[in-house]
């Protein structure tokens, strides 16, 4: 599956991260085919620099926003499904160790509107509910650590599809 591309149109929720200079080195998102044994799809990657707990909960709504219009951008492709993941960096303030890196992933769905903001009544599997994950993160870390603190180094959106269906996007 080829990713399909930009052309100089990047959604609007990434120019207004860029804007606030909280993607990577202000480069726009990566994208990478990815060939598996029984599928094959794309993989999205939009590194952030400076996302602390602040900065974070200030522009999850956002995230949230920039991660629907890139899993949108594959909906015209029929039998695909798509999931996320965020990769965060936890730490303790005071004590000098090497973070911990934790992923926070969805479950695949074939629908980005769920994907992201989930159906009411279902559980914690959508990008929405790991958001709020992330934003507890000081509470579930309280006990072992003394000052947890975390970093959110990237979101990854795939897009995957059943080995050998024909794409044409």
Same mark, same amino acid.
């Given at each position: 599956?080829?990713?399909?591309? @930009?052309?100089?149109? @990047?959604?609007?929720?990434?120019?207004?991260?860029?804007?606030?200079?909280?993607?990577?080195?202000?480069?726009?998102?990566?994208?990478?085919?990815?060939?598996?044994?029984?599928?094959?799809?794309?993989?999205?990657?939009?590194?952030?620099?400076?996302?602390?707990?602040?900065?974070?909960?200030?522009?999850?709504?956002?995230?949230?926003?920039?991660?629907?219009?890139?899993?949108?951008?594959?909906?015209?492709?029929?039998?695909?499904?798509?999931?996320?993941?965020?990769?965060?960096?936890?730490?303790?303030?005071?004590?000098?160790?090497?973070?911990?890196?934790?992923?926070?992933?969805?479950? @695949?769905?074939?629908?980005?509107?769920?994907?992201?903001? =989930?159906?009411?009544?279902? =559980? =914690?599997?959508?990008?929405?509910?790991?958001?709020?994950?992330?934003?507890?993160?000081?509470?579930?870390?309280?006990?072992?650590?003394?000052?947890?603190? @975390?970093?959110?180094?990237?979101?990854?959106?795939?897009?995957?599809?059943?080995? =050998?269906?024909?794409?044409?996007?």
């Amino acid at each position: 599956m080829k990713p399909i591309r @930009y052309r100089g149109r @990047y959604p609007e929720a990434e120019e207004d991260l860029r804007d606030r200079g909280l993607l990577w080195h202000g480069r726009y998102p990566t994208q990478k085919p990815i060939y598996l044994v029984k599928k094959d799809g794309v993989d999205i990657f939009i590194k952030f620099q400076r996302m602390d707990p602040i900065h974070f909960s200030k522009n999850s709504s956002l995230i949230l926003k920039a991660a629907l219009e890139e899993a949108s951008r594959y909906e015209s492709i029929p039998s695909s499904v798509r999931f996320a993941e965020f990769v965060v960096d936890i730490w303790d303030k005071s004590k000098h160790r090497k973070p911990i890196e934790r992923t926070f992933t969805t479950e @695949y769905n074939p629908d980005s509107d769920i994907m992201v903001y =989930g159906i009411t009544g279902w =559980g =914690g599997t959508f990008l929405v509910d790991k958001v709020d994950n992330i934003l507890d993160i000081p509470k579930r870390y309280a006990e072992k650590m003394r000052s947890p603190t @975390y970093k959110v180094k990237l979101l990854r959106i795939g897009i995957r599809i059943p080995k =050998g269906e024909l794409v044409t996007a």
